[in-house]
Structures are given as C-alpha cells and as structure tokens.
C-alpha cells in the first residue's frame, strides 16, 4: 500500500525519525550509562542491564487508539526496515535510523489455533504461536534483529571496522547470531561457543552454513557463557548473549505481535513461556508493560512460565511464596529435551525478578506463575501437538505441558484463552523424536516411550514383484504396470482400503 493512501492522521507517522533518550539502566545501583558503546553489564556493581527511554513520556502525547492505528496500517507498508519486529519501532528501539536496520523475514509470526481434538484434550482454547518460521527457525531471531541493527548503526556512525560477533549457545542463538552477523558481512566477523555434544546436528549446521567460527566447549550451556562473558570482559567484541540489552529490546516484539493479533484486547488471555536464559520471559514481560502503560491495550495478560525438572532454578526461586524469603540458587542441570532451555544460571534472572514485581504491581490480579513439568511430558506433548497440525520444538512441547499443569494447578481456568510460544521449528530437534520413536533415548532423560505415539515408516515389497525400477534402470512397460498396481495394492491392504464399486 502506498503512503499517499493512508489516512491524513497516519501518513506523517509511519515513516519514523530517530527520537528519544536511551540509556542502559543498571537494575542493581541504577545507575545509567551512554548507549554510545556495547555494555553488557553495570560498570559500577557488574549487575545486568535494560534499556531505558527517558523521554518515553513524549509517547503518550498520542492515544493508545491512536498507537493502535498506526500500528496496524504500518503493516500494509512495502518499507523492508518497517516490515519486521521495527514496525514497532517508537517501542524498540527510536534512535535507530531505517537506513541501518537490518531485516531477514523476522516477526509477524503466525498465531495458529489448536483445533478441536487438542482444546478439548487441554480444556480450553488455545494457540501457537510459531517462532520457529522466523529465518533462522527460533524466536532469537527477534533478538538479533535488533542487537544487529544497532550494531549495524554503531558500526556507520563511528566509522568502527573488523568486528567479531560472538555468543554462547544452546543452539538457537548461534543461529541466529551467525545468520545476522552474515549479513554484516564486510564489517562483522562471527564466532559461536556451544557445549560439546550437547546441541542438535540440525543446530550445528546453522551457524557452520552461515560462516561463523564454530567452538565446542566441554561442558554445558552455563560452562560456555562464563567463557564468553570473560571474552566480552577483557576483549574487544560484540557479545550477542541475551546479557546483550538490545536483545532484549527486540524480543518484546512477541508482545506487541500478540497484542495485535488479537487486536489488543487480552483480557483472559494468557501467554505460556519456556524459560531457559530468561530472556524471552523478560521481554514478553516488558513487552506487555510497554503496551498497557501507553494504553494501547487496557488488561495484562497472564504470564506462565515453564520449567523442566533437569533445568528449574526460576521455578524453584518462585516455589517460596514469601518474596521476602526467595534466594536464587542456580541448579545442576540435567539432560533435557527442551535443550535450549537446559540452563541452570540464567543470565536474565535479576531482569525476571524486577520485571515480576512490576508486572504484579500493574496487573489487576496475580499475574506471573511459574510451573515445573517433567521430561516425559514434554516430549509427549510435543508429539500430540504435531500429531494435530502443529510444528512445535520441543519448547513447544513445553509449553503444552505447562498449559495442562496449569490448567491442573487452578492457574488457568477454561474461560480463558492461551497463546503458547513455540520458540523453534520441529526440524531442529527431530533426533529427539527420532530417538523416541526408535526407543534409545539415553536413561538420563527419564522417557518412556508410548507406543501409540511411536512410528515408523514401513518398506513396501508387494509380493510377485521380481524386478523393481531404480535410477536410471525404468522397467519395460508391462513390468512397470505390474509393479505399480502390486504396490498399490499392498498399500490398500495394509490401509485397508477397499476398492471402489464398479459403475
């Protein structure tokens, strides 16, 4: 749609010019630092940071109508850098000019509602919301969008040259990293860190296809990050871990997508999240505060978060009702299907709890739980979603299961409605489901598979059919007929067709 068919009130809008005051924010001695280099973590007291517009009230000059009108024409616009997650970009990040933002497909994923077999199973209505059709197939791709953007800005405005790129991963953030930083190829080199055997083939081709220096570290996820964070602390790179603000910026997208999609009324809704390094519940979080404070949407919804019991330091911190007596302790992870989220120290966890305490204090009711399902569930769920038409990870499966824990604990009643963050493709982590299948996932994950969730393919050899075609060797004609209709017809058998009625 072109500009000059927009409504008078909109048109001056939809092409925004860089605004606002930006500072990193620590959350510890709030203390602020310039936005004019990468920081990471408080110069002061090295506690994790946000980002903060301090002219964000100039926002609110406009009616939260008035945001949700320009939103919405805003996607009717063929303007590549308005065509992602910066469509919303007065709530992301303003002072990056269009020219510099850096757009792949990301956003806008699609919001897919469960049909009839599943709502009835779970007891209510629900959706996916499928991240994994992101470029590189997970939700980080939101996050990169906007740390490479930025970094794309820095590296016009400051003339700066020979920049390395570099993460810790479980495997969608290497992905994601590599894939952006392939982009910004002439001035951004990559280099991704991911523990030992312990991220899927499908994962470690991602970033080795984008060109990215790839090193396995022995150990986990959190071994890795310690790594990196030293490498961030004494060496001049770009750290694209969500301890990266601007990541965080970028992934409040998912908010503001689901806001629009149900065309911002989220009264009884809920929104069900894997958490791992915490950053995703963060900026959902974030997101949502952003939205009601500039009353583009009048309710928050619930949040959910999902633990699994090999990866459950957040779940066990919010066990302790008391906030008075909640002690963070990071937790030995175990093995867990739910491989992005196997993360015992996540990074994000002072931004959880700032974030919890504010959303609790602007929600009308308690807004924030977190729940702990098993592995067994996980990777059941996972199996049901996609038996029904889904393409859920096994974060997905995750979610599903914590719907239905939720739903057991009195969390989520049926009168409302959930949207559940499927943060990856189903491709990434099909060896999870092809080792279920065959029965020889190792003991640690404590899966047993059900045999009315297992499958297999199954070699047909009709019988009478002695000579079959290959590549290059066609049958004689009579042969070929001869062996499509004896295929065929074991195919009916084992299906149990029956032939059609002569007419």
């Known amino acids: 749609m072109r500009a000059s068919d927009f409504p008078d009130e909109i048109r001056p809008h939809l092409f925004p010019q860089p605004s606002g005051d930006l500072i990193y924010r620590c959350l510890q001695c709030e203390e602020a630092f310039s936005i004019e280099s990468l920081l990471y973590t408080c110069l002061k007291c090295k506690s994790v940071l946000l980002i903060e517009d301090r002219e964000r009230e100039r926002l609110k000059q406009y009616s939260g109508s008035f945001w949700r009108r320009l939103f919405d024409h805003r996607r009717m616009l063929n303007h590549p850098a308005l065509k992602g997650i910066f469509l919303f970009h007065e709530l992301i990040a303003p002072v990056i000019p269009l020219e510099d933002i850096i757009y792949l497909g990301e956003g806008h994923t699609p919001v897919v509602q469960a049909n009839d077999v599943l709502q009835e199973w779970v007891g209510l209505d629900f959706y996916f919301k499928n991240d994994g059709q992101n470029p590189s197939a997970s939700f980080k791709d939101r996050g990169m969008a906007c740390a490479l953007s930025y970094l794309n800005y820095l590296v016009r405005s400051q003339g700066l040259t020979e920049v390395l790129s570099i993460c810790a991963s479980t495997g969608d953030t290497s992905a994601a ?82 806001a629009q999609s149900f065309d911002y009324e989220l009264e009884k809704k809920v929104v069900v999240v894997p958490i791992g390094n915490a950053g995703n519940i963060t900026a959902i979080m974030g997101g949502f505060l952003k939205l009601l404070d500039l009353g583009v949407i009048e309710t928050l919804p619930k949040i959910v978060g999902v633990q699994s019991e090999h990866a459950d330091p957040v779940y066990r911190y919010y066990r302790e009702s008391a906030p008075s007596k909640r002690v963070f302790r990071p937790v030995t992870v175990r093995p867990s299907v739910a491989q992005a989220a196997m993360i015992g120290n996540p990074v994000s966890m002072p931004r959880v709890v700032r974030l919890v305490e504010a959303y609790e204090q602007a929600a009308s009711s308690p807004g924030v739980f977190v729940v702990q399902v098993s592995e067994q569930e996980i990777m059941d769920c996972q199996l049901i979603a996609n038996r029904n038409g889904h393409i859920a990870c096994t974060q997905g499966g995750e979610c599903l299961a914590g719907l239905l824990r939720a739903r057991e604990e009195g969390v989520v009643s049926a009168e409302e409605v959930a949207v559940l963050n499927a943060t990856a493709h189903a491709l990434k982590f099909a060896g999870f489901q092809e080792s279920y299948f065959a029965d020889d996932l190792d003991a640690a994950y404590e899966i047993v598979p059900k045999p009315e969730l297992r499958n297999f393919p199954a070699l047909v050899e009709a019988p009478g059919v002695t000579r079959l075609p290959a590549p290059g060797k066609p049958l004689p004609p009579d042969e070929f007929n001869t062996f499509v209709e004896e295929t065929a017809r074991e195919i009916a058998r084992e299906l149990g067709l029956k032939e059609k009625a002569a007419e």
């Open 177 to 258: 990293a590599a894939l952006y930083s392939a982009y910004m190829s002439k001035t951004v080199k990559s280099a991704v860190l991911l523990p030992h055997k312990k991220v899927t083939p499908q994962q470690m081709s991602q970033p080795l296809g984008s060109g990215a220096r790839v090193f396995e570290i022995p150990g986990v996820f959190d071994d890795c990050m310690k790594v990196v964070e030293h490498l961030a602390e004494n060496y001049n790179v770009a750290l694209l871990n969500s301890k990266n603000a601007w990541r965080i910026q970028g992934q409040e997208s998912y908010s503001f997508e689901v």
